[in-house]
């Protein structure tokens, strides 16, 4: 099977994502960490994220803050609340901060410009939002302000299946619009970054290879994949969405699947930074993280959220690290790092297109 990146065709993926024979396999992961390595080096960066507030106006089948549950605490924090986390991802030494929130237009323009703003001013931290769909004006204020990348992930490259899983907000919506959104923070100067989760229901072999292929397409500078993991009061958590049934075409939602697509991820593009996400180490408390690691990723995201809103957070349940201290979790995630033989980066971490490390 070919397995270099100007040669992988779209089949060639699927038949990877296929595999199951662990000699085989053993190839996928040697080739992507060689990749990694050779294109991003040995340091795994450090991104501290804050999940700044659960208010949301979507209905997105999966997750479970999603505005649907009426009943659930939202809060957002202020932004007092906010610089103190920034303050502490700046003292454990950690290059970058990640703000994500549901979609919530409470966190408006000018909040957020103005946070931005003060962390330029007061860290050397490289700014990374994931706050959902928001109109050009918003972006550009906040590219303005001097954030430096975006995370959208576009779920699924299947059109039927995605208004499923991420229903439309009006009738005027584009189908494509986190498409359209990562093309316009492209153009806007934003690092972008994207990707999938790995065995939502309705996920065929060859869709998500599908979706791989658009990683590449989109040359993306990050690439975000971590299991489904089922929160069970959503409605697709609960088997109320009509999805199709693909028999044994659905894709498993497990480990083995997502190491396969964060080496394949790692196989297209491989200058991208990509994380070893929290969901896989929820589903491998063990050594999920390492695993990752050690298979195409270069990046960990240690949660700073203040603990009292982290458990609020739960797009889905049992999350890792959810009780642990922000001063524990980096130690253990540094710790955890040594032990592979890696370094634990301390700057920005940007993508670099020069073949130099960031
Ligand atoms: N509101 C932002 C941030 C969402 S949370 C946005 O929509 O972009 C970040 C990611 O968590 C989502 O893009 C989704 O891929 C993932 N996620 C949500 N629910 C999940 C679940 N039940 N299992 C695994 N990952 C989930």
């Known amino acids: 099977m070919k397995i270099l990146n100007g040669d992988l065709s779209k089949k060639d993926i699927e038949n990877w994502l296929r595999e199951t024979d662990p000699k085989k396999l053993s190839i996928l992961w040697d080739t992507a960490d060689a990749l990694r390595l050779k294109y991003v080096g040995n340091t795994v960066h450090f991104r501290g994220l804050l999940e700044i507030s659960n208010h949301c106006i979507r209905k997105c089948t999966y997750c479970g803050i999603n505005s649907a549950f009426q009943t659930i605490p ?11 986390g920034v303050y502490n991802i700046a003292e454990l030494g950690y290059g970058t901060v990640v703000m994500q929130a549901g979609e919530d237009y409470g966190l408006t323009r000018e909040f957020i410009a103005d946070i931005i703003q003060s962390i330029k001013i007061h ?22 302000a001097g954030a430096d990348r975006y ?9 039927n299946l995605y208004r499923l899983i991420h229903p439309s907000l009006g009738a005027a919506e584009p189908l494509l619009q986190r498409f359209h959104i990562l093309k316009k923070l492209r153009d806007l100067g934003y690092e972008i970054g994207s990707g999938v989760m790995i065995g939502i229901p309705g996920q065929t072999y060859q869709v998500l290879a599908n979706d791989i292929d658009h990683f590449r397409a989109l040359d993306l500078d990050m690439v975000g994949v971590g299991p489904y993991i089922a929160s069970p009061e959503t409605a697709l958590g609960r088997g109320l969405i009509e999805i199709p049934d693909v028999g044994n075409e659905q894709v498993p939602a497990n480990e083995l699947m997502t190491y396969k697509a964060v080496a394949l991820a790692r196989l297209v593009c491989p200058q991208a930074n990509i994380p070893s996400t929290t969901a896989l180490a929820t589903i491998n408390r063990v050594d999920g993280r390492e695993l990752g690691l050690k298979r195409g990723a270069n990046i960990v995201m240690p949660n700073i959220t ?14 890792a690290g959810i009780n642990e201290s922000a001063l ?3 130690t253990a995630i540094r710790h955890r790092i040594e032990k592979l033989g890696r370094e634990a980066g301390s700057g920005a971490g940007g993508r670099s297109r020069d073949g130099s490390m960031p």
Not at 74 to 84: D, F, G, L, N, T
Not at 124 to 135: H, I, M, W
Not at 151 to 159: G, I, M, N
Request: with cysteine.
């Open 151 to 159: 995370l959208l992930r576009f779920e699924t490259s299947a059109q």
């Open 306 to 319: 203040p603990t009292k809103y982290r458990e609020q957070y739960t797009i889905y349940p049992n999350k």
């Open 123 to 144: 860290t050397s931290l490289a700014v990374t939002l994931s706050l959902g769909e928001r109109p050009h004006e918003d972006l550009l204020a906040w590219k303005k």
């Open 74 to 84: 939202r809060y957002r924090m202020s932004k007092e609340e906010v610089m103190a």
């Open 328 to 330: 524990a979790c980096a």
